[in-house]
């Protein structure tokens, strides 16, 4: 039956609608051809911003916001040691810091002077003495870092300072 626009019904010989057991009193009702996808009740509509309501009051009368944690992003074991030793690599930059090693010095060459006298430091000297030693040392691990893989091994120990020491004749 299709329904006019005075809400009578009248006989459609075209529809092949099923037929429908009395609701409400009346009888011979249809059901609509409407496919199960029409039917389907929706959780959320895609007009979201309806209206003058923030995002907020939209959310709280009746979606859930859902907020996914996110990991903090991991690296492999080994990978941060390889940026850092091409970062220290990369740069000419000193790496003991200025004022520790001004102390050591001073600390130093109080051991070494005598009562009267007072030794004193030029910046220029310091920076010197630092750079020197910053450049031995690092060519000193370097033959130790050999000698521990010689040894097949990837820990630098004590043992290979000192052969590294020792092959260089200073010991």
Do not use: W
């Not at 102390?103 to 020197?132: M, N």
Request: charge should be positive.
């Amino acid at each position: 039956m299709v329904r006019t626009k005075k809400n009578v019904p009248m006989h459609n010989p075209m529809n092949n609608n099923a037929r429908v057991g009395s609701i409400n009193g009346e009888t011979n009702q249809t059901v609509p051809n409407i496919s199960h996808k029409e039917i389907r009740a929706r959780k959320h509509t895609n007009n979201v911003n309806i209206g003058k309501g923030n995002k907020n009051s939209i959310l709280e009368k009746g979606m859930k916001k859902t907020t996914r944690i996110r990991r903090p992003h991991r690296y492999r074991p080994g990978v941060l040691a390889l940026k850092e030793i091409r970062a220290y690599q990369a740069s000419t930059q000193l790496l003991i810091p200025k004022i520790p090693f001004v102390r050591v010095v001073k600390e130093i060459t109080r051991l070494f002077e005598l009562p009267d006298e007072q030794l004193r430091y030029t910046p220029e000297a310091l920076l010197a003495l630092q750079t020197a030693s910053e450049a031995y040392l690092v060519s000193l691990f370097e033959d130790a870092y050999l000698c521990s893989l010689h040894a097949n091994r990837v820990t630098l120990m004590p043992k290979d300072i000192h052969l590294a020491r020792r092959i260089r004749g200073r010991d």
